[in-house]
């Protein structure tokens, strides 16, 4: 005869049923952050892609004139899609210009796309954020082509132009130093 109490039984089987539940949940999260990688780290963005030539578009300098998506070819470029009202760009600006800073010495050229704003606007707020990499404004043609619903967006382009890695969303320092690696030389 078993001599365990009814309460003791309960909270046995309690434990058991938590611990199967904690273990379900851990696989469901894992499977899941799988999941949000590949959205984050998407292997092609509208008609761009991992592999794929950064596309010719116009954009506008904050001085009015035009420049294109591919000024820097021949160099390792950094592009990054942001809009001065977009609370995760303006989180990771300080990451990426430390890192323009520390990089361009290598030949990294950091290229900042905002998307439709007055230059005005623009040129206010990369000074209020110390930025000193180029920017360029995005009247509509880069975010059709790069199907931009989501910014921040960075595009990594190796010195050939071929783009290496694709990021939507806010990017952490260690996201941005792996990027990194695929397009500077000695990765």
């Known amino acids: 005869m078993n001599a ?5 039984r309960a909270a046995i089987w309690a434990f058991v049923i938590l611990l199967i539940g904690a ?26 892609m991992v592999g794929g030539a950064l ?10 004139s035009t420049v294109s998506l591919r000024t820097y070819t021949g160099r390792p470029v950094w592009v990054n899609f942001f809009a001065t009202w977009c609370v995760p760009c303006k989180a990771e600006l300080p990451q990426i210009e430390q890192r323009y800073r520390e990089k361009r010495a290598d030949g990294l050229v950091v290229f900042g796309v905002d ?14 954020f110390g930025v000193t990499y180029p920017i360029a404004i995005d009247p509509g043609a880069a975010a059709l082509a790069l199907n931009i619903h989501t910014i921040p967006l960075s595009v990594f ?10 990021s939507i969303g806010q990017m952490q ?8 690696k695929t397009i500077l030389p000695g990765g």
């Open 55 to 64: 596309p010719d578009l116009a954009l506008r300098s904050l001085t009015g």
């Open 173 to 180: 320092p260690a996201e941005m130093d792996e990027a990194l």
């Open 4 to 8: 365990t109490s009814p309460a003791v």
């Open 23 to 48: 273990i379900l949940a851990a696989l469901i999260f894992k499977h899941g952050m799988a999941t949000v990688s590949a959205v984050r780290s998407p292997q092609s963005s509208g008609k761009v």
């Open 115 to 128: 998307q439709q704003e007055e230059a005005v606007a623009v040129k206010s707020f990369t000074a209020h």
């Open 157 to 166: 382009v190796d010195s050939t132009g071929i783009i290496r890695y694709i």
